[in-house]
T-cell receptor, first 113, second 110 residues
Framework: KAGVTQTPRYLIKTRGQQVTLSCSPISGHRSVSWYQQTPGQGLQFLFEYFSETQRNKGNFPGRFSGRQFSNSRSEMNVSTLELGDSALYLC????????????FGPGTRLTVL | QKEVEQNSGPLSVPEGAIASLNCTYSDRGSQSFFWYRQYSGKSPELIMSIYSNGDKEDGRFTAQLNKASQYVSLLIRDSQPSDSATYLCAVKGNTGKLIFGQGTTLQVKP
């Protein structure tokens, strides 16, 4: 079974631009979560989607948003990019929502100049 | 107090030894506990999950959970150089959010 895929793998943007990241979960998985990983803050939860609905949200500003489609694929959008948004953005999928195992994709490395 | 705390290390053990990685958490209502391994430049890989008190063994890995003490640990027996990585403890509490510790770097020396 194919794993979680994320596109693009690398992105370079400038301050003020916006970016959209894509995630395709493992086949049959209906829950998708997004995380930001930086050396200083570690892995931080952004949001979780299940059945096209946002179930949970982390402590990030409104510039960070996401959505999930009927085929469980998810996108994450960051508007008005700041230098501090440079990070590895990870998507994880699980069969269902709730306290069960999540499997991570390879991540998208975003650099904001 | 951080929600999930780990010693950042590095923890250095000789090849063949037992590596012991520890994690404490603050939310008493936490329900699910996970250990992930992350190699440099790679994404986290799930290696163990544990949901009830006690020990859970999977090959060379044993996860231990003590909810009363709010403590979860990972033991790696017969450590190999290929086990050298950062180990992330993750806890899912009543909020439903998966909270990660900062990770412990393990170095296994041949």
């Amino acid at each position: 079974k194919a794993g979680v895929t994320q596109t693009p793998r690398y992105l370079i943007k400038t301050r003020g631009q916006q970016v959209t990241l894509s995630c395709s979960p493992i086949s049959g998985h209906r829950s998708v979560s997004w995380y930001q990983q930086t050396p200083g803050q570690g892995l931080q939860f952004l949001f979780e989607y299940f059945s096209e609905t946002q179930r949970n949200k982390g402590n990030f500003p409104g510039r960070f948003s996401g959505r999930q489609f009927s085929n469980s694929r998810s996108e994450m959008n960051v508007s008005t990019l700041e230098l501090g948004d440079s990070a590895l953005y990870l998507c994880a999928s699980s069969l269902e929502a709730g306290p069960i195992e999540q499997f991570f994709g390879p991540g998208t490395r975003l650099t904001v100049l | 107090q951080k929600e999930v705390e780990q010693n950042s290390g590095p923890l250095s053990v000789p090849e063949g030894a037992i590596a012991s990685l520890n994690c404490t958490y603050s939310d008493r209502g936490s329900q699910s506990f996970f250990w992930y391994r992350q190699y440099s430049g790679k994404s986290p890989e799930l290696i163990m999950s544990i949901y009830s008190n006690g020990d859970k063994e999977d090959g060379r890995f044993t996860a231990q959970l003590n909810k009363a003490s709010q403590y979860v640990s990972l033991l790696i027996r017969d450590s190999q150089p290929s086990d050298s990585a950062t180990y992330l403890c993750a806890v899912k509490g009543n909020t439903g959010k998966l909270i990660f510790g900062q990770g412990t770097t393990l170095q296994v020396k041949p």
